[in-house]
């Protein structure tokens, strides 16, 4: 069975021309790295997140200095499939009726998780995952393959999200969930041993009860580092540009200004500055 979809309204003009252009020329600007090599030197399923929303020249001037072929330690290589270097991806939030797992977030409760489905649109592989928070702060991932045959909330997922959170957190898992938000955006990934960066442009979230959407700006790049603990370079060189860690989430930063009823201040302004001012 197929991923949820929504409608995505049309935008006039190219949609964030100058953020996909952006990761696209530095994508292509380094030295590739497969999959396989990818998840043997930085599988990172344990790691720790920061956002950063950067304007695309910006991006560029950073991305090029993580790539010269003289870095020491080596550049950062971008992830190659099948002679690609960006990826569509499309992912599919749940939640409960009262919005659990965003106001979860919003107290920064220890004991919070969010659950997806990601479709990976270049390869048609789709992902049941679990985002939980470690006790250092720490992002933990848990995830199974989905065939063609697999329901998001099917019997084996939803057995998959129970055994998970009782050994994670002693707790239990929601009775109702229902799809609320979904994204959309292009994505490239850069390597080094033990650091991934993801830059996504064209980034679209639907809410799935009003079917609203917005778009990003087309001049910013969202970028993710990712490592096992301390800043990375990708970091120091962000804060040397003037660019801040955001707080912001694809999830909770687009139902911030698709919901304005929700109390969101955490994510506000940095969501604002992400989608720009939205009608209601």
Not at 36 to 57: C, G, I, Q
Not at 157 to 169: C, G, N, P
Request: hydrophobic share 40%.
């Amino acid at each position: 069975m197929s991923i949820a979809r929504a409608a995505i309204p049309a935008q006039s003009g190219a949609p964030a021309a100058e953020a996909v252009r952006a990761v696209n020329e530095a994508a292509w600007g380094a030295d590739p790295i497969s999959l396989a090599e990818l998840n043997d030197r930085s599988s990172l399923l344990t790691r720790f997140d920061r956002s950063y929303l950067v304007p695309a020249r910006t991006f560029l001037r950073v991305a090029g200095r993580l790539t010269e072929a003289h870095r020491p330690g080596g550049p950062f290589r971008a992830l190659a499939i099948d002679g690609r270097r960006a990826f569509r991806y499309h992912s599919v939030y749940y939640d409960t009726p009262g919005l659990r797992s965003f106001h979860d977030h919003r107290q920064g409760r220890r004991l919070r998780f969010k659950v997806r489905e990601r479709l990976y649109e270049d390869s048609g592989e789709r992902q049941f995952e679990i985002k939980l928070k470690g006790a250092r702060g720490d992002t933990v991932k848990h995830r199974r393959t989905l065939t063609g045959a697999d329901t998001p909330l099917g019997v084996a997922q939803r057995v998959f999200l129970a055994d998970t959170l009782r050994h994670a957190y002693a707790i239990e898992a929601p009775t109702v969930l229902g799809p609320s938000l979904s994204t959309d955006y292009l994505r490239t990934t850069f390597v080094a041993d033990g650091q991934r960066i993801t830059c996504d442009a064209g980034l679209v979230c639907v809410d799935l009860g009003s079917h609203r959407a917005v778009r990003a700006d087309a001049g910013l790049v969202l970028v993710e580092t990712k490592s096992a603990g301390h800043l990375t370079e990708a970091d120091r060189l962000l804060h040397a540009h003037r660019v801040r860690p955001a707080v912001f989430t694809k999830y909770c930063g687009a139902l911030a200004v698709l919901r304005p009823e929700l109390p969101a201040n955490r994510w506000r302004r940095a969501a604002h500055q992400a989608f720009g001012p939205v009608s209601h």
